[in-house]
C-alpha cells in the first residue's frame, strides 16, 4: 500500500510472545528482560539469574496465564495494536504501521515498512502515556540501533510523552463515564499503574510524577472526591523496593476498610494485556473478595475506542506541524 504523503507514523508498544507457549515465553521474556533499560543490573550478574533460573522457572507459569486471556487472532495486546493501527491510518490516511520493542513485528521491520512507502519523515508514537526510562527510553534504543545501517536517515519526531494530554484525560473520563452508565458507580475508583523499581525514580525517572498527574487531572475531569479515588503500582518483580503504593495492597486493604464495590482501571497501559486482564480482573479481584469486598470491576483500557483514536489523530497532527 502506497499513500502519497511525506510522512508515516510507526505506533510502538512493548510486545507480547507469538504464542502461548513455554517457548514463546521464554523468547519473548528473554528479549525483554535482557534490555538494560528494563534491569540494569551488572550483565555478568544478570544473565545466569536470568537464564538459569528466572526464564525456567517463569516461563512455563507465565504461558499459562497468557492462555487464560489468549484471543483468537492473537494475544490481546497484538489484536488491540493492530485495529489501533489500522483504525489510524484510515481516519489520518497516512502510512500507520506497528512495531514492537520486544517481539514481531519489530521496530526495524516497522521502519523498513514506512521507508518502503516513500515515507522520508517518521513520526514515532510510543503508546506508553507517562514517559519512562523503561518503556520510552527503550523504544528510542531500538530506532537509533536499527538505523545505525541505514544509507539516508529519515527526518524523525519522537513523542516522549501525552500523561496530561487534554485528549487523552477526556478519553480516560468518558471511558469511566461509560462505564459506570452501564454498570452503576462503584464505591471507589482505583487506579493502577504498571511498578518501577523506586530506585530508577530516585535516579531520576520521572515515571511516578506522570502517573500522579494523570490521577489528578482524571479527577478533576470526573469531579471525583478524593477519597473516593487513589493510584497505585501493580506488576512487582523480584525483592527491591518498587514504587509504592503496591496495587494487591492498596486493594485488600480497600476491602477490609468496608469498600464494597471496586472498580479499577489501568490508564498507563494502552491496550488491554496481560498484566489488566488477568492480573488485575482475576489475581486482584480474588484478592478483593477474600478480603471482603462484594463486587470489583475492571474498566476496559482505552484499546481502539473512537477517544483514544481521536486523541492519537490530535496529537499526531500536533507533532507533524510544518509536515
Known amino acids: 500500500m502506497t499513500i502519497n504523503n511525506n510522512y508515516g507514523v510507526l505506533l510502538v508498544n512493548l510486545g507480547t510472545p507469538s504464542e502461548p507457549t513455554t517457548a514463546g515465553v521464554k523468547q519473548f521474556l528473554?528479549?525483554?528482560?535482557?534490555?538494560?533499560?528494563?534491569v540494569d543490573m551488572t550483565r555478568w550478574l544478570w544473565c545466569p539469574i536470568l537464564h538459569g533460573v528466572i526464564l525456567p522457572i517463569r516461563s512455563p507459569k507465565v504461558a499459562k496465564l497468557y492462555q487464560s486471556v489468549w484471543m483468537e487472532d492473537g494475544s490481546p495486546l497484538m489484536v488491540y495494536s493492530r485495529r489501533q493501527q489500522q483504525t489510524l491510518q484510515q481516519t489520518l490516511n497516512v502510512p500507520v504501521v506497528l512495531g514492537m520493542t520486544y517481539g514481531e513485528p519489530s521496530i526495524q521491520s516497522g521502519l523498513q515498512q514506512l521507508q518502503q512507502q516513500g515515507c522520508k519523515r517518521i513520526v514515532v508514537l510510543?503508546?506508553?502515556?507517562?514517559?519512562?526510562?523503561?518503556?520510552?527510553?527503550?523504544?528510542?534504543?531500538?530506532?537509533?540501533?536499527?538505523?545505525?545501517?541505514?544509507?539516508?536517515?529519515?527526518?524523525?519526531?519522537?513523542?516522549?510523552?501525552?500523561?496530561?494530554?487534554?485528549?487523552?484525560?477526556?478519553a480516560l473520563a468518558q471511558s469511566v463515564d461509560t462505564f459506570w452508565a452501564q454498570n452503576g458507580q462503584s464505591d471507589y475508583l482505583l487506579c493502577s499503574y504498571h511498578g518501577i523499581p523506586q530506585r530508577y525514580a530516585d535516579n531520576g525517572d520521572p515515571y511516578p510524577e506522570h502517573c500522579h498527574q494523570t490521577t489528578v487531572l482524571l479527577a478533576?475531569?470526573?469531579?471525583?472526591?478524593?477519597?473516593?479515588?487513589?493510584?497505585?503500582?501493580?506488576?512487582?518483580?523480584?525483592?527491591?523496593?518498587?514504587?509504592?503504593?503496591?496495587?494487591?495492597?492498596?486493594?485488600?486493604?480497600?476491602?477490609?476498610?468496608?469498600?464494597?464495590?471496586?472498580d479499577v482501571m489501568c490508564p498507563a497501559f494502552s491496550v488491554d494485556c496481560l498484566e489488566t486482564l488477568e492480573e488485575i480482573a482475576?489475581?486482584?479481584?480474588?484478592?478483593?473478595?477474600?478480603?471482603?469486598?462484594?463486587?470489583?470491576?475492571?474498566?476496559?483500557?482505552?484499546?481502539?475506542?473512537?477517544?483514544?483514536?481521536?486523541?492519537?489523530?490530535?496529537?499526531?497532527?500536533q507533532h507533524t506541524q510544518g509536515w
Request: hydrophobic share 35%; proline share 5%.
Open 30 to 38: 528473554g528479549d525483554f528482560l535482557h534490555d538494560k533499560r528494563v
Open 282 to 317: 482475576e489475581q486482584c479481584k480474588e484478592v478483593f473478595l477474600e478480603a471482603g469486598g462484594k463486587e470489583f470491576n475492571l474498566i476496559p483500557c482505552l484499546n481502539d475506542s473512537s477517544a483514544h483514536i481521536l486523541m492519537m489523530e490530535s496529537l499526531i497532527k
Open 126 to 170: 510510543p503508546l506508553y502515556p507517562q514517559y519512562s526510562a523503561t518503556t520510552t527510553a527503550a523504544v528510542f534504543d531500538r530506532i537509533t540501533k536499527d538505523l545505525k545501517k541505514t544509507p539516508e536517515l529519515p527526518e524523525l519526531r519522537f513523542i516522549n510523552h501525552y500523561y496530561d494530554h487534554p485528549d487523552y484525560i477526556a
Open 220 to 262: 478533576q475531569s470526573l469531579n471525583m472526591a478524593r477519597e473516593k479515588m487513589s493510584m497505585s503500582y501493580q506488576s512487582i518483580f523480584g525483592r527491591e523496593e518498587w514504587l509504592k503504593p503496591y496495587t494487591e495492597a492498596t486493594i485488600k486493604s480497600l476491602a477490609e476498610k468496608g469498600i464494597k464495590r471496586l
